[in-house]
């Protein structure tokens, strides 16, 4: 019993002291209060862990590949893994069938702003061209063609996903068109992700 009305006591004493201050503080004269200084720093940036191709296959393309499977196949008629929750196939996981369709087209919507971070670079080491107003564009389009794809999956209507396929497709190759097809005189990638 003690020990309870001592806890108690240690509380109520806390609480009273925590109020007093405040009620102090409240009170002191506007001379001899402290301000803050204006909090303009950031924080340090995070570094950047992934190449654009890493990126590109660790999410973009395993969720695309989701997304053009449903444009000619029904997700639901994929049978679950034997053990879904560690299937490494979205399609037979836990979230499998069109969850995992509309989980793959969130996928591309989100993953896009990925590729705006600064300090990304491409695989042959050059900055990715996040600055380019063309850049810019092209994730922007892959940005709006996940929505779309996010919106045909919940119709599970696969004539809407083929439109919807259609236009990931097309996002993804304007990009590329510009910054992943280029070889140089070797075949090697030395131009790739720069114009």
């Known amino acids: 019993m003690r020990f309870r009305g001592a806890a108690f006591a240690l509380i109520v004493f806390a609480v009273v002291s925590t109020i007093c201050l405040g009620i102090a503080g409240a ?7 402290q301000t803050a200084a204006p909090k303009t720093a950031r924080a340090p940036a995070r ?5 654009l191709a ?5 999410i973009l393309l395993p969720a695309s590949n989701v997304i053009f499977f449903a444009q000619g196949n029904n997700p639901a008629d994929v049978k679950q893994a034997a053990d879904p929750s560690s299937a490494t196939d979205p399609l037979a996981s836990t979230y499998g069938g069109w969850t995992a369709v509309e989980n793959s087209a969130l996928a591309l919507t989100e993953a896009a702003r990925l590729l705006t971070v600064p300090g990304r670079v491409c695989s042959n080491g050059r900055p990715v061209p996040v600055m380019n107003a063309d850049w810019t564009k092209f994730v922007q389009g892959l940005r709006a063609a996940g ?3 996010y919106k045909a999956a919940q119709t599970k209507n696969e004539d809407k996903m083929l439109d919807a396929a259609g236009a990931v497709s097309t996002a993804c190759q304007n990009c590329h068109d510009v910054y992943r097809e280029k070889t140089d005189a070797q075949g090697g ?5 720069t114009k």
């Not at 009170?27 to 001899?32: E, F, K, L, V």
């Not at 570094?47 to 190449?51: E, G, I, L, R, S």
């Not at 890493?54 to 660790?58: A, E, Y």
């Open 27 to 33: 009170q002191t004269p506007a001379s001899t209060k």
């Open 47 to 51: 570094p950047v862990q992934a190449n």
């Open 54 to 58: 890493q990126l590109m296959r660790g």
């Open 147 to 149: 929505a779309d794809a």
């Open 189 to 193: 990638l030395a131009s790739r992700c």
